[in-house]
């Protein structure tokens, strides 16, 4: 069963918890408005997939960078992080690249921050916070390490008004189904990340909706009858690994 398939059932199975699209399929609106509501409609969550293979784009970028009178000579297929660290300056290759991969989820803030306000004014819901779900079905360039960096990156971004871009977004919620996490030799688990937007939120705010998104990640890991862990490693010192390795062509 796909990625939204599957989360699309998990939302029917709760009881407090509604989809949008089946509340409004008789009705006519000039706006696109978010997925679904949890919480007696508290939260407001738009749904955002990354399924499509970035590999394309990413040979493009490494091409471009490969122009570079200091690029290394390679041939044949291998793993970015390998064609990385041939490079005299590999943090500014992997700069570059980052820099691409975030446009796409640029493009997924902005189009969920639209659709989150829209919701809030459709149904006249003033108080509630708006979230947006990542499902990274099979989009293995974006790591959670990438992906929860780009998202960060992102909450802070600002307007020419010197507002933040994305306030509507109080929180990103990010499953993995292209990665996977070992944490002994028979105990695996899909990464699941929750990143609160403090720009946009108190502290008070942000503590009531980490209990909240926290049930809700709780609820998703039985429906899905896997263990629900945590740890107290460091993300950034934790190891993901992809289901399929991003390679790059280079013949």
């Known amino acids: 069963m796909k990625a939204e398939d599957l989360f699309v059932q998990f939302v029917k199975s709760l009881k407090d918890a509604e989809i949008i699209d089946e509340l409004i399929s008789s009705k006519k609106i000039n706006t696109k408005i978010a997925d679904y509501f949890f919480d007696s409609r508290e939260i407001i969550c ?11 784009k990413m040979e493009d970028e490494i091409n471009k960078v490969m122009k570079d009178k200091n690029a290394p000579i390679l041939l044949g297929k ?17 700069q570059q690249v980052f820099q691409r991969l975030t446009k796409t989820i640029d493009g997924s803030f902005s189009k ?31 790591s959670p390490h990438i992906i ?23 929180a990103v919620w990010i499953l993995q189904y292209s990665h996977f996490i070992k944490f002994s ?22 503590k009531q909706m980490n209990i909240q998104l926290g049930m809700l990640e709780q609820k998703y ?18 190891n993901f690994t992809p289901h399929q390795m991003p390679t790059i062509d280079l013949s």
């Open 112 to 142: 969920a921050n639209k659709q989150i306000l829209s919701t809030k004014k459709y149904y006249n819901l003033n108080n509630s916070k708006g979230i947006l779900l990542i499902l990274n079905e099979a989009s293995y360039w974006f």
């Open 221 to 238: 890991a039985r429906f899905l009858e896997i263990p629900y862990m945590t740890t107290s490693r460091k993300f950034e010192e934790m």
């Open 148 to 170: 929860s960096y780009a998202c960060s990156s992102l909450m802070a971004k600002k307007n020419e008004r010197n507002s933040y871009r994305y306030s509507e977004i109080k």
């Open 46 to 56: 738009e749904q955002k997939i990354l399924k499509s293979d970035m590999t394309n």
């Open 78 to 94: 291998m793993p970015f992080d390998k064609i990385v660290e041939k490079f005299p300056n590999p943090e500014v290759v992997r």
């Open 185 to 206: 030799e028979n105990n695996t688990s899909y990464p699941s990340t929750i990143l609160f937007n403090n720009f946009v939120m108190n502290d008070d705010e942000i």
